[in-house]
């Protein structure tokens, strides 16, 4: 076979390829069109969307929910809630940072249409994943969990609106809000599973007390090995001096 007819078959998967994707992206477009004609002039929907976007920024809202159920923890004295708070606060910044550093490998642009109305500002042209999404499907269960709520009661609240407002305001595809949902629930997974090995760890301790340091330095391992403990410190020391593509 010529390399001419080698590379007329390489130029007609690329083309192919390119065809998909792009009626990919239109069908994200349609349906974005779709749900922005649906909502976005209902009495009420975009100052709420306005607002979930800036609480949401950068996981500080979830931050501070955190940081004040790790205080009324402190004041109960209960050592448990306060780990489990902080948790919640680790886990909502440290996916957060990971949606960012995804969207900076991706590089995928946000939606561009003329026909999508932008109901808010960014502060980057980035789109996949969507990091409010992931920061609000990751904080949504630990918060949940740290608050002795059932498992499913803060997500089914909290994750519908804010992925839905992220498509109201015409920031991000469907599939930006999918994957982000995604990747804070399993972060949220993450922790919890770590925070199980820590506690399997601090019982093994207690009943064998010549292993205490033992069960410690594990259970520190496995924390670091299972969610964004110093690697979400680093990752989030990054993210904030790269707010540009949060």
Not at 28 to 53: H, K, N
Not at 185 to 197: F, H, K, N, P, S
Not at 212 to 238: C, D, H, K, Y
């Amino acid at each position: 076979m010529s390399s001419e007819s080698n590379d007329r078959d390489v130029a007609e998967r690329d083309e192919s390829s390119n065809d998909a994707v792009s009626r990919g992206e239109s069908r994200e477009v349609d349906a974005l069109i779709a749900i922005q004609d649906a909502l976005y002039d209902r009495p009420g929907v975009l100052p709420t969307a306005r607002a979930l976007s800036h609480f949401g920024e950068h996981s500080l809202g979830w931050l501070a929910i955190s940081g004040l159920g790790y205080a009324a923890a402190r004041r109960r004295g209960d050592a448990t809630a306060q780990r489990r708070w902080v948790e919640a606060g680790v886990g909502a910044f440290g996916t957060h940072a990971a949606s960012v550093i995804i969207k900076r490998i991706v590089r995928r642009p946000r939606p561009h249409d003329p026909r999508i109305r932008i109901g808010v500002s960014t502060p980057s042209k980035l789109s996949f994943p969507s990091s409010h999404a992931t920061s609000t499907t990751a904080a949504s269960i630990l918060i949940g969990r740290a608050a002795g709520l059932p498992p499913y009661l803060l997500p089914a609240l909290l994750v519908p609106p804010m992925l839905t407002s992220r498509l109201v305001l015409g920031v991000h595809y469907p599939s930006d809000v999918a994957a982000g949902a995604a990747l804070g629930a399993l972060g949220a997974g993450a922790v919890i599973g770590a925070d199980t090995l820590f506690e399997q760890a601090s019982r093994t301790a207690a009943g064998h007390p010549h292993a205490t340091r033992t069960a410690r330095v594990a259970a520190r391992a496995g924390a670091l090995a299972l969610v964004p403990g110093q690697t979400a410190r680093t990752a989030a020391a990054w993210a904030i001096r790269n707010r540009g593509e949060a």
